[in-house]
């Protein structure tokens, strides 16, 4: 199944690279400007955080979302709606988790301040809508805390060109890919306490550019996360750094609290951006968690 999910990434890869344009010489010395600063805010947002584990259940996420910008005055001058999906799929072991997300669908409106900010070459209001790119990573864990200090876990994910709103400032019409490391530690506060979980991350994150090159960024994170019973209360504050040093920046603080009844649970968080990532975003949804490997023949066989 591992190398199902390589080769998985090889052909989306692949698929995103023959997308783009004639590849020129590079020009260093002028920054592409393709970049969080000048696009929408699925272009390349900060990626949700890891906290040292992957999952053992099969996981159907689905939310709604609704980001206001902030680089006028006027809330109504940038708005983005969409609708988000995530499925995490264990690979035959909880130790190893393949897992696809996008924006499936996506309203926008723009003023003509807003895309004269992005240098977008249109001089009046844009709308209409779009569906986002398609990510895919490979999770593995790589420690554990009942036999080590912290949990760890490694990911390599890559980001395809599928959507198709370059000229509105959308997306990039081009590839991209991370990987990052997380450690987290649970600390148990009692039976009237509840948990409390830190974690931090870093790790590597590339985009193709517009006319050959590459943007390449160093990835952060730190999260803290307070279970209690049914609740859930999660704060990661994270970003990523681009070489170009324009508009390749963003630093965002992400907030949520989750109930959960049995396998389903609710969630509602709110993200703030900061630097090169210019949005604040409302987020509700729902999620389903299935314990699929206690199905699988091979497993009951070796549980027994």
């Known amino acids: 199944m591992f190398r199902i999910a390589l080769a998985m990434f090889a052909l989306l890869s692949a698929r995103g690279t023959l997308a783009q344009t004639e590849i020129v010489r590079p020009d260093l010395g002028t920054p592409s400007k393709i970049s969080p600063a000048y696009f929408g805010p699925n272009a390349f947002p900060v990626p949700d955080m890891l906290d040292g584990r992957t999952s053992a259940d099969l996981k159907v996420e689905l939310y709604g979302d609704c980001f206001l910008g902030t680089t006028t005055t006027s809330a109504s001058d940038d708005i ?27 309203y926008f409106h723009t003023s003509a301040e807003v895309n004269a900010l992005r240098r977008l070459p249109h001089s009046g209001t844009l709308e209409g809508f779009d569906s986002g790119d398609v990510y895919v990573s490979a999770d593995v864990q ?40 997380a450690a987290g530690r649970n600390f148990n506060l009692g039976k009237q306490g509840g948990d409390l979980r830190l974690a931090v991350s870093t790790g590597f994150l590339c985009w193709q550019t517009d006319n ?93």
């Open 80 to 106: 983005t709606a969409d609708l988000f999906a995530r499925l995490t799929i264990p690979l035959f072991t909880p130790k190893a988790n393949l897992v696809v997300w996008m924006p499936i669908f996506e």
């Open 212 to 304: 050959g090159r590459q943007n390449d960024a160093v990835m952060y994170g730190l999260k803290l996360c307070y279970s209690y019973k049914r609740f859930t209360i999660d704060t990661s504050l994270g970003g990523y750094v681009g070489w170009e040093g324009d508009g390749d920046s963003p630093m965002t603080l992400k907030t949520g609290i989750s109930y959960a009844l049995g396998d389903f649970s609710l969630r509602l968080s709110h993200q703030v951006g900061f630097l090169d990532w210019p949005y604040h975003q409302i987020r509700l949804g729902a999620s389903y968690r299935f314990d699929m490997l206690s199905k699988l023949p091979l497993r009951r066989k070796r549980d027994k």
């Open 142 to 181: 790589l420690l554990n805390q009942e036999r080590h200090y912290c949990d760890m876990a490694a990911r390599a994910a890559i980001k395809t060109a599928s959507a198709n709103r370059f000229a509105e400032g959308r997306c990039y019409d081009a590839p991209g890919y991370f990987f990052d490391v």
